[in-house]
């Protein structure tokens, strides 16, 4: 299938991705200037950042369930909401406290309700199976697009104005995505040609989840991933800052994991329509062992910096189609939205510790070797954690059709 024959709804979905995303991934350049204002150390907006990764994560399996019973455009809408109430009242607020509720709470519940957990579990359900992990690859790569589009953007505002005009900026484009979300259309079963897993309840889909060791073992894969997406994110402009390095060199580093995890993402959801997803997992991690391993070695340039951001950028994202092709794979489509929440639930819990770790590290240590080089080893950890997951469909044998 031709992805210009991909329903409305996988577009209006990377719309949605494309704000919901960027704004996300833009956050780590508001660490000094936002820490400077409020005269505290980088660990209170590395816990702000975390605590925002935890809550997104544990708001996930609920907002998933949410998704699958009532339909993900209501979801979308609420959290888009959520997401600029935050947004906003971080731009006011004027104790350092608050952005615990703002940046943290409020902005968490809104990504875990604009991100990809919904947005895919809608695709999945619209597009065939064969093709899903093509379809997963183009929306995480075009959401990837906002990194591009957004970081630059963000850097401009912080030059021109300050954070807090960035903020409110940014809580007038969440608008757009309720716009996105009242287009979005999808698919209801019908009650004819019923599959079994169509029968299938959640509650016999959670039990036949949580007995299948592959289910585990993709659950500590993306614990990796997780750290790794978030500590980079969220320390690279500081730790680039402290390599004397000007903040254009930061954002723009930024930049290009956005734009090259456009053609990864792309890339890694090809291969694993074409090839076996749980090996090209693992060769992805392979590669992030390499590129990562290699910055932490070489002298810190604004040529090596802007290499890094390219290289670590074309595998950034690409666990994203693969990780959900291998739920989707295994467990079906009816119920991706809550067993992929779950899965990214574990997702978050290492972006919570990859935040807060780095804040927490260096301001103990006055350093990000040590954090750089555990990235390292979580890497290929997580490239032989994935080869011996059994990938094959689930054949439910103890139940009937009607």
């Known amino acids: 299938m031709s992805i210009f024959r991909f329903p409305p709804l ?85 104790e350092s406290s608050m952005l615990y509720v703002s940046l943290g709470a409020l902005v968490g519940l809104g990504l875990s309700a604009t991100s990809y957990v919904i947005i895919l579990g809608a695709v999945a359900k619209v597009v065939p199976a064969e093709h899903a992990a093509k379809a997963f690859g ?11 589009a957004v970081i630059p953007g963000a850097q401009t505002l912080l030059h021109d104005f300050n954070w807090q005009i960035a903020m409110q900026v940014f809580a007038m484009l969440c608008a757009l995505m309720v716009a996105f979300a009242l287009f979005m259309k999808t698919a209801k079963p019908s009650s004819q040609g019923a599959t079994v897993e169509d029968t299938q ?100 340039t604004e040529h090596t910096a802007a290499i890094f951001g390219g290289a670590i950028g074309f595998c950034w994202l690409g666990t994203v189609p693969l990780t959900s092709g291998l739920v989707r794979q295994i467990f079906g489509a009816r119920y991706l939205s809550t067993l992929y929440g779950l899965v990214f639930f574990t997702h978050q819990v290492g972006s919570f510790l990859g935040a807060w770790a780095g804040g927490r590290i260096y301001d103990y240590y006055g350093s990000y070797e040590p954090i750089w080089w555990s990235t390292v080893v979580l890497a290929f950890c997580a490239a ?19």
């Open 138 to 148: 183009l929306t995480t790569a075009a959401g990837s697009f906002g990194m591009f």
């Open 384 to 402: 032989l954690i994935h080869l011996p997951i059994n990938d094959k469909p689930l054949v439910r044998v103890n139940e009937q059709l009607a």
């Open 10 to 94: 996988v577009w209006l979905g990377i719309g949605i991705l494309i704000i919901s995303l960027g704004i996300r991934q833009s956050f780590g350049i508001f660490m000094m200037p936002i820490s400077e204002h409020f005269q505290t150390g980088r660990e209170f907006f590395s816990f702000a950042i975390a605590l925002q990764n935890l809550l997104f994560g544990i708001f996930q399996p609920f907002i998933g369930m949410a998704s699958d019973k009532w339909g993900s455009k209501r979801i979308i809408i609420m959290g888009a909401i959520a997401y600029a109430a935050g947004l906003a009242l971080t731009s006011i607020a004027t």
């Open 201 to 300: 309840t959640l509650t016999e889909a959670l039990k036949e989840a949580f007995s299948h060791k592959g289910y585990w073992l993709i659950h500590a894969g993306f614990f990796v991933c997780g750290f790794h997406v978030m500590f980079i994110a969220t320390h690279l402009p500081s730790y680039l800052a402290d390599k004397d390095l000007p903040a254009s060199s930061a954002a723009m580093a930024l930049a290009y994991v956005g734009i090259f995890n456009i053609f990864g993402s792309y890339f890694w959801g090809v291969m694993g329509d074409k090839y076996s997803k749980r090996h090209v997992m693992s060769a992805l991690y392979f590669v992030r062992t390499v590129v990562i391993g290699a910055f932490v070695t070489l002298p810190v």
